[in-house]
Every structure is written in structure tokens, then in C-alpha cells.
């Protein structure tokens, strides 16, 4: 199991270190006129040039990424272009937003979707072709669709919870709680139904192998066969659809942080991109694709306690 870590780790710093070069060298191209956006369009020439030279935009590529990486390594990000905040600040105070609003959406479509998944699985009927209707329905409608609807019903119309985010740096949970139930709802809705079709059908698979029918031979009852065996041998499948889904609201929550206007790192990555702000969004990359990394081991990890021909392998 260390061996199996300490490999997956590996992988993980190839693949940080290739997209970071990959992403600062397709911002090496858009830094052209960082400096006269900066200092504005009234800056003579020769203030533009020095500007230039502070950031270090009149050096290669190439020592602009080692420079760039060296000072990463030590956990010095560099300052934003525009604002001048420490990029390690400007993240570390909008990441707990984005990462509170994805686990908990990603929470409750854990349980939503084991609860339909299983449901739809043994009982069959009409609540297996809701699932299933569910998921085409779920997947054809984007997330910020949700969002819209949810802000004028429930916010605009019903006022039962803020259009826009109220959280601050002194704000307490209510107004956490207040702000990030639409955002949160607008994921789970978009996320459970395509969750539970994985998990119906995983469940589905398992109860189809020969050892389910040895066990309900043996006399073992239903509830321990589904709980104790089907749902441990399907979750690897369910894991592995949440992990995927985890990924993709780090990137898809950008669209429903800009809806209900809420300070987390996906606003930060739009805006920093916009402005052609390089530490900025080099930090955003650097703590996404660590993230990703973490998520992606923890999974692995919990497939191989649950499976062991997966610790095997």
C-alpha cells in the first residue's frame, strides 16, 4: 500500500508539473500588454517598459517559468499585477467557499443517490423509471439553468434566502448557511440523478452474481445482503462517479458562483483570466489540479479497503 501511494504521488507531481508549464506557456502569449493594462493608456513608453521589467516580462519563457516554479516550491506564489494581495492570501480566503459549497453538495448527492440508486434497483416499479427519467432530465439541463430558477423563486420571489451571497470574512455559519443552500441545491439537483443511474446499475450487477444467490441460500437476510455485501462491492463504481463529479463542479461551479455572486475561487479564477493576471490564475491552476490529486488518491485508497483484489493489484 505505501509502494501504491508513493507511486500515485509520483504521477501526481508529473501531471502538476506538466500543466503548469502547459498553462504558463499558453499565458506567455496574452501578457503582451499587461503592462501598459496596468499603468493605463496615459503611461509613456518608458514607464511601460520599466513596468515590464519589474515583473520580469522582458525575460525568456523559460526563466520566467523556473523563476515562477522556484519561488512556488517554497510556498512564495508571488503578488497579483493588479491588486498587488499575496496570491497565497487572495486564494486562501476564497477556497474554503468553493470548497464548502462542493463538499457539501457532493455530500448530499452521496446519499440522495445511494438512497434512489438502491431504491430503483430492488424495488423496481415507478420509482426505477423516475431515476431513469431523472437522469436524461438531469443531464439536459445545464446547472445555471437550475440557478436562475432557484434565485427568482426562492429568493426574489419567496425571499426565503438571499439573491446574492452575504458572506464575509466575520460573517457567521447563518449567513454561510444562508448563502450557499441555493448554489449547493443548484449542484445536488444536477448531480443526484446521473449519481443514482450509476449506482442503479452497479446495484443491478451485484445482485445478478452468483455469491448473492449463495448468500439468500445460506438464509442470510435481505437487508445484511444489500448492506453488508451489494452496496460495499458497488460503491468502487459510486466512488468513482462522485470523484468525477467533484472534478467537474471545480470547474463548473465557476458559472454558479458568477449567479449568485459568491467570492470563491472560481470567481477569482474568471477574473484573474480576464485581467491577464498570471500569479493569480497560476495559483488558481496550481491549488485546483493539487486538489484534484488528493481527491483522486483518497479514492483509490477507499476502493482498495473496499475491494480487495484492488489492494491485490
Known sequence: MVQFIIRKIAAGLVVLCAISFLTYFLLYFSSSNIARNILGEYASQEQVAQKETELG???????????????????????????????????????PI??????????????????????????????D?????????????????????????????????????SIAPDAGASAWAASLTLPAIALVINGVTGGAQQVRSAVIKQ??????????SRGIPEREILFKHVLRSAAPTGLTVLSLQFIGMLGGVVIIEQIFALPGIGNLAVQSTTMGDIPLVMGVVLY????????????DLINGWLNPKVRVS
Open 98 to 127: 468553493t470548497l464548502t459549497l462542493v463538499i457539501a453538495a457532493i455530500l448530499l448527492i452521496a446519499v440522495l443517490a445511494t438512497v434512489l440508486g438502491m431504491a430503483a434497483a430492488v424495488k423496481r416499479g415507478w420509482i
Open 288 to 299: 485546483t489540479v493539487v486538489i484534484v490529486i488528493i481527491v483522486n488518491l483518497l479514492v
Open 207 to 216: 445482485l445478478e452474481r452468483d455469491y448473492v444467490r449463495t448468500l439468500r
Open 57 to 95: 516580462l522582458d525575460q525568456p519563457l523559460p526563466a520566467r517559468f523556473l523563476d515562477w516554479a522556484g519561488h512556488s516550491i517554497t510556498g512564495d506564489f508571488g503578488r497579483s499585477w493588479f491588486t498587488g494581495e499575496p496570491v497565497a492570501t487572495a486564494i486562501a480566503t476564497r477556497l
Open 129 to 165: 423509471r423516475l431515476v431513469q427519467t431523472g437522469a436524461i432530465v438531469g443531464d439536459a439541463i445545464p446547472g445555471f439553468v437550475l440557478a436562475i430558477i432557484l434565485v427568482t423563486l426562492f429568493a426574489i420571489q419567496l425571499k426565503l434566502f438571499p439573491a446574492t451571497s
